[in-house]
């Protein structure tokens, strides 16, 4: 392994304020994981329950997102940067971007599923609307996204996740054309549902997105050479570049931070959201037929 592969300068020891983050997020993902293994034993208590149900597929779709995110959170790596910090061959760049990509798309289906049952229910077009386009979206944002690792460009993160506001941006109206349609405790859900969603989108348009375009205009303005794709199919399998320096990684804290936590909790909460899927109905304003998910999507 060549200098450019070693470890730079500062060993990651408990003196190292990266190492109490490092420590901070391995410890929520192992809860995230806990957690997703009770609701996987609450599951198989349930009458019925079978992961071939809507709420069984939930379940797999949520386990690759949980683990997926420990994986990463276990091993950090900032991929257009090759930046890891741990010297093993599971800190390749190529395997965190497959098990993000997955991890990903696997979330997204999350929301088209029930944002699709949801407008079922209640027959809000609007709502279905959100249903089909989020995955289609995000299957295009993960495209930038490879293309910014080849490549090692910026402005492909910048667009990826331009791409992951708009298509939230939609899910947020998806759900406010819930709103009216139900009372009492679903439509307070809805409603912190909402919230979330405001509070990512301000993070990816305040902090997030502008931190790729400040990085893309330094690379055009210092002349930078891009990778070819060919070229960078060889780099993300071969070179990650170990370090403990908080510099290096004070830009990439926060998104790790949030998403490995508060992105993994919404994915477990659309798996017990789902999971209530019979007590539903009866939070349904007087003017929408009760009818049940499962019905409406026999049909």
């Known amino acids: 392994m060549s200098s450019e592969w070693r470890a730079r300068s500062i060993s990651i020891t408990w003196s190292n304020p990266l190492t109490w983050w490092w420590g901070l997020l391995t410890l929520v993902s192992s809860a995230n994981i806990a957690i997703w293994f009770l609701l996987y034993r609450q599951f198989h208590e349930l009458p019925g329950g079978s992961l071939s149900s809507v709420s069984g597929i939930m ?78 979206l995000i299957l295009i944002a993960e495209c930038f996204s490879w293309y910014a690792v080849l490549t090692t460009n910026h402005l492909g993160n910048a667009i990826e996740n331009s791409i ?21 405790p679903v439509r307070a859900v809805l409603a912190f549902a909402i919230i979330g969603i405001a509070g990512y989108l301000a993070f990816l348009m305040t902090i997030d997105i502008p931190m790729y375009l400040r990085r893309w205009r330094a690379e055009v303005v210092n002349g930078r050479r891009l990778l070819r794709a060919f070229e960078g199919f060889h780099d993300v399998t071969t070179r990650w570049v170990v370090t403990h320096e908080l510099a290096e990684w004070k830009d990439e804290i926060a998104w790790m931070s949030l998403y490995f936590s508060i992105a993994v909790w919404a994915s477990l909460a659309l798996c017990v959201f789902c999971s209530l899927e019979h007590h539903l109905p009866r939070y349904l304003t007087d003017s929408v037929p009760t009818t049940s998910w499962s019905t409406n999507a026999s049909r």
Not at 94 to 116: D, N, S
Not at 117 to 125: D, E, P, R, V
Not at 164 to 184: H, K, Q, S
């Open 59 to 136: 379940l797999l779709l949520s386990a690759a997102y949980v683990f997926g995110c420990a994986f990463r959170s276990f091993l950090p790596r900032a991929d257009v940067r090759r930046i890891c910090l741990f010297d093993t061959w599971l800190s390749s760049i190529a395997v965190g971007r497959l098990v993000a990509t997955v991890a990903e798309i696997c979330f997204a289906v999350q929301w088209a599923i029930v944002l699709y049952q949801l407008s079922m229910m209640t027959g809000a077009n609007t709502t279905l609307n959100a249903a089909w386009v989020i995955v289609p």
């Open 164 to 184: 992951w506001a708009f298509a939230f941006f939609v899910v947020g109206i998806g759900i406010c054309r819930l709103l009216p349609e139900f009372y009492g």
